[in-house]
């Protein structure tokens, strides 16, 4: 099911809200555990009960670790479990296919279809099990406490990646108000207007057959930049609005990536529960900067191999990660301490780093990166601009203007400093007309559009 649909919106939201608000406290967890599975259960039957079986295994060991003095043995047991899962159901022909094509056999292909989130859940469980062995926390009360953490559907399918001692307090005891419900609501409706009526229509673009030119060559990669970002982000910001309406504070999950500065900067604002997820249990462990530059090289590239490789079992994915890779190393190195002399250059450099790593992203294959590659900086015979493009360009333009605007924080800004003046009083009534209207429109746009998937779904 998706956050971003009639069903979801109109007919499980309220019917879980209504549930939640009438039981006594003592019930809310099992409610939103009943309900959490219900919500996977209605996207991906076949395969609840991986999730099921993820969340007893992780529990008992975890209960196990905390007590045993074999908790090593454990650990292993649990990191050989969960990572052995995941390989499993996401990795298992991409092995296949590149064991056929290296020795030249034809071991036949199994077409096992991953489950829905088990990327993220996965890795919830993973680090939640770390945690417990190093003695970050103690492990849950019981199993309905861990499952409510673990299957918790705001969180579930497609992030934020949220660790268990961020939320424990919450999930023993959580309080809920008026503002903090009117604010989920609010980020629910943001999170929901920027998947519908940005990415979306960002994403038609990008489906787009257009004869190449040097333009449109450039053009699809901005707005497949553009769509992977309000379509993820707003998957996060509809995940905490929803946390927030039940009582729970989920950590931030963006920054405004696409005004970073180097793609060192843009790394601590795009995906951060991943990105700190691979800094705690891999990066760190592995010795992290105390080290040899050697070893610290080899970090570098092992955490950016592992975050490409557990975006997708192609070698897109892990070229997208060893170039931010390569890219770090280079900045750390050499070119931090030119890029902060500079104003304008290095926003202009990030930019088309960020740009054609999106297009490695986006590539089914290497030969299309190398085409795209080509097109892109003018190696191929191909006109600079044509009729077509400029079509859709001039359909398109609104669009680009609207998100490239609402990817900076100057909407934010701009309203924050008029709360400082007299004019308060106007944005107090403007306001709730405004997420009234948006809603209006995403709900108007949901009934009449088939294109809605989250690209995120797929990781």
């Given at each position: ?30 409610i939103l555990l009943i309900f959490s599975l219900l919500f996977y259960f209605l996207g991906e039957p076949k395969y609840i009960i991986i999730l099921i079986l993820s969340s007893i295994i992780n529990y008992y060991l975890s209960k196990l670790i905390s007590k045993n003095k074999y908790k090593k043995v454990l650990l292993i047991i649990a ?154 982000s707003g998957y996060s910001d509809m995940a905490i609005g929803l946390g927030l309406m039940f009582g729970f504070r989920f950590l931030e999950n963006f920054n405004y990536p696409l005004i970073a500065n180097s793609i060192t900067d843009f790394w601590r604002r795009w995906h951060i529960s991943l990105s700190s997820w691979f800094k705690d ?179």
């Open positions: 099911m998706l956050f971003s649909s009639i069903t979801f919106i109109y007919y499980f939201l309220p019917l879980l809200l209504i549930t939640y608000f009438i039981v006594p406290s003592k019930f809310k967890n099992i990191i050989i479990y969960n990572i052995g899962s995941l390989l499993l159901f996401k990795y298992t022909d991409f092995f296949i296919a590149n064991i056929n094509n290296i020795f030249n056999t034809s071991i036949p292909f199994m077409y096992i279809v991953m489950p829905i989130g088990i990327s993220f859940y996965t890795f919830q469980a993973l680090g939640y099990v770390i945690d417990v062995y190093n003695k970050k926390h103690e492990p849950a009360k019981n199993i309905i406490e861990f499952m409510t953490y673990l299957t918790l559907f705001p969180q579930l399918i497609a992030g934020p990646i949220v660790r268990y001692s961020d939320i424990k307090n919450e999930l023993t005891k959580r309080t809920t108000s008026f503002s903090k419900f009117s604010e989920g609501i609010k980020r629910f409706v943001i999170g929901l207007s920027k998947k519908v009526l940005i990415a979306n229509v960002l994403g038609e673009f990008t489906g787009l057959i257009i004869e190449e030119t040097l333009i449109s060559a450039w053009l699809k990669p901005i707005a497949y930049t553009l769509q992977i970002y309000f379509d993820f249990y891999v990066y760190i462990p592995l010795g992290g900067n105390i080290v040899s530059m050697l070893k610290w090289i080899r970090n570098i590239f092992v955490v950016w191999f592992l975050t490409g490789f557990w975006h997708g079992a192609s070698w897109n994915f892990i070229l997208w990660g060893v170039y931010f890779g390569v890219i770090l190393i280079i900045e750390k190195l050499l070119l931090k301490k030119h890029l902060d002399k500079t104003k304008i250059l290095k926003y202009i450099y990030t930019s088309i780093l960020i740009i054609i790593s999106f297009m490695i992203f986006n590539s089914l294959t290497l030969n299309e990166i190398f085409l795209n590659l080509k097109n892109m900086f003018y190696m191929n015979n191909i006109p600079v601009i044509n009729k077509e493009t400029i079509y859709y360009i001039r359909d398109y333009l609104v669009i680009f203007i609207i998100a490239i605007i609402s990817s900076t924080p100057l909407l934010k800004n701009t309203i924050k400093k008029i709360r400082n003046t007299k004019l308060n009083v106007i944005i107090n009534v403007l306001e709730p007309v405004t997420y009234i209207i948006l809603l209006t429109l995403c709900t108007a746009y949901l009934i009449d559009a088939s294109f809605n998937p989250f690209l995120y779904f797929r990781f």
